[in-house]
């Protein structure tokens, strides 16, 4: 789901815009507003880009406006965006209730599902808002990451391809992702069994696709996070011995093969911790025996 808002320049202090704002809202929010009113005090808060003060707006708002989906669907997005994924369904479900055409509250509802484990209800959620919404093309992909997602959940093995697919997902739901940053994001380093050896297909991987993303003018001075994994089989501290093995591995060579800036790269392990498919399969765990890679700055 993508939700563009308004954007423009603060020339006060949040605190101050928030006050300002409150003020000049006030005169359209009696003890409960018109349709058009709300829709006035909806335009008015989608321009807050601060999302304690628009949260704190929505609050007051949705007193006055309890019935409206649109109002209802910014308090979920605002509630999503703070992680509180409680709140953020309950909104999104009364918006979809008060209004079975929103989309976006459908698509809210899809992206909350999905962070929760509930794959069958997310993809359930993205059809009804994609029925509504054919053209979105982020509502698309997705629900081709919860359809994988749900197939992973059934005990199904699922392809690096469709692994990919879901993790690139979840690392761009919230920002968009520039080409060159998407190859480095979507860059899976597999590794055989228990080993911390870096396979001859890894770097060639990172040799052929890697160095040239990470010298890339687009990318200067970002920094990114290079994270070690296992499968779930064997003792949890001898994989989290061995994710960080393969992480320096990986670090390592991009350092000295395809000269990287050290700055660029840090290292993190979670052991078996962060599987990307249930470790259901002997496919599955192939899978997850992974290097991948974060951007943190």
């Not at 949040?14 to 809202?25: G, K, M, P, S, Y």
């Not at 968009?176 to 055989?192: G, V």
């Amino acid at each position: 789901m993508s939700i563009t808002l308004n954007k423009y320049k603060r020339p006060w202090p949040t605190v101050w815009r928030a006050a300002a704002l409150c003020l000049t809202l006030l005169p359209l929010w009696p003890l409960l507003a018109s349709a058009a009113d709300c829709k006035k005090i909806a335009e008015e808060i989608s321009q807050e880009r601060d999302l304690i003060a628009r949260r704190d707006l929505l609050a007051t708002a949705i007193k006055q406006c309890p019935k409206d989906p649109e109002i209802n669907f910014m308090q979920g997005y605002s509630f999503e965006r703070l992680r509180d994924y409680n709140d953020a369904l309950r909104y999104y479900v009364t918006a979809s209730t008060l209004d079975p055409k929103h989309a976006k509250a459908f698509f809210g509802l899809g992206d909350i599902y999905m962070v929760t484990d509930k794959a069958q209800n997310a993809v359930t959620a993205y059809e009804k808002g994609l029925a509504l919404d054919p053209g979105n093309k982020r509502a698309a992909k997705s629900l081709e990451s919860a359809r994988i997602k749900l197939k992973a959940q059934r005990g199904e093995s699922v392809t690096s391809e469709e692994a990919v697919t879901v993790l690139f997902e979840e690392k761009s739901k919230d920002r968009e992702i520039t080409p060159i940053e998407a190859t480095i994001l979507r860059l899976l380093i597999l590794f055989p069994g228990k080993s911390a050896a870096l396979p001859e297909e890894g770097a060639d991987q990172l040799s052929i696709v890697g160095a040239r993303a990470f010298t890339s003018h687009d990318l200067q001075g970002a920094v990114f996070e290079v994270v070690g994994n296992t499968d779930d089989s064997g003792d949890a501290k001898a994989n989290l011995a061995i994710s960080k093995k393969r992480a320096e591995a990986v670090r390592n060579y991009l350092i000295k093969n395809c000269n990287i800036d050290p700055k660029k790269l840090q290292v993190a392990a979670y052991g078996h911790t962060h599987p990307i498919v249930p470790n259901s399969t002997e496919q599955n765990r192939k899978i997850n025996n992974r290097v991948e890679f974060k951007r943190v700055k």
